[in-house]
């Protein structure tokens, strides 16, 4: 079953992946988005991200309901989106974003994308590694031990960085 869990999350990045990069080849990632007033790849990542933690929150129900291998099918699915999402849109746009002074942190625009960036490095770190963990592709050396706190606390990270990512969206499109 760890093979199945392991396909459905290549498929599903490979799925991410093409979406993004078919966009911006045929030059309709910056048009107008479907939202508001962001850009639609800025849109789809936004409904992707809402998606995902929607999955994930799913995912904890299907375990503790007794359907492991649902859950890690689940959890291998969601996690690998949102490494595809990362890898193809957020790294990029965090690049893009630049901080002068540390008092730019005092504009809660530029704070909260500089929260969302954090918590988000550390969630996506944290999810990856139990997926990784829960396919049996770590080392038994490196499982974490508390690693069913470590899934509550990586689902309430992945809760707290889709709200941020909205709040992000609105402080560079809205405002």
């Not at 999350?9 to 479907?34: C, I, M, P, W």
């Not at 933690?53 to 859950?71: D, N, P, W």
């Not at 490196?142 to 709040?167: E, F, N, Q, S």
């Amino acid at each position: 079953m760890r093979r199945t869990a392991l396909i459905c999350g290549v498929v599903a990045a490979a799925a991410t992946a093409a979406l993004v990069v078919s966009l911006r080849s045929l030059g309709k990632a910056d048009v107008h988005g479907f939202l508001g007033p962001g850009t639609m790849l800025a849109d789809i990542n936004v409904a992707l991200e809402v998606l995902l933690v929607v999955g994930l929150t799913f995912g904890m129900g299907l375990v503790r309901k007794g359907r492991v291998e649902a859950h890690r099918t689940n959890q291998t699915i969601w996690v690998s989106v949102n490494a595809a999402l990362v890898a193809l849109i957020m790294v990029g746009s965090i690049r893009t974003f630049k901080i002068a002074h540390w008092a730019d942190l005092a504009n809660m625009g530029n704070l909260t994308i500089v929260v969302h960036a954090v918590i988000g490095t550390l969630t996506f770190a944290a999810g990856l590694w139990l997926v990784l963990q829960m396919n049996n592709i770590l080392p038994g050396r490196m499982h974490v031990r508390g690693w069913k706190t470590m899934m509550r606390w990586t689902l309430v990270g992945y809760w707290a960085v889709a709200l941020l990512g909205i709040a992000t969206y609105r402080a560079w499109y809205a405002e």
